[in-house]
């Protein structure tokens, strides 16, 4: 479970590396040894683009998808640590019932 959820992230930072800048000049350079036309290199361009727009989305939605079906055993919620901190004030209570008034520490 962990493992998709890395592995998604880890792909989702990949595509993120690529902004437009290093695409672009990915692309100058593949136009230049693949002697592209300059069509061909904004075709490139934009394909390269909406790859990296595509893979933000599907990381997007693969994480809320995690976290929805299975985030309450990932992350402990709110709920969750209320509760623990209303126990715990349950017992330092009772505990403070039961030892000596006079019992110092």
Request: net charge neutral; glycine share 8%; no cysteine.
């Amino acid at each position: 479970m962990l493992n998709v959820l890395e592995k998604s992230f880890l792909f989702g930072l990949g595509a993120l590396a690529i902004t437009k800048n290093k695409a672009e000049v990915f692309v100058k350079e593949a136009v230049k040894e693949a002697k592209l036309s300059p069509e061909e290199g904004n075709q490139l361009l934009g394909t390269i683009l909406e790859e990296g727009k595509n893979a933000k989305a599907n990381l997007t939605a693969t994480i809320e998808e995690i976290i929805a079906s299975r985030g309450q055993n990932l992350i402990p919620g709110y709920k969750t640590i209320s509760g623990l901190e209303k126990k715990i004030a349950d017992l330092e209570a009772r505990l403070a019932k039961l030892e000596p008034a006079g019992k110092a520490e």
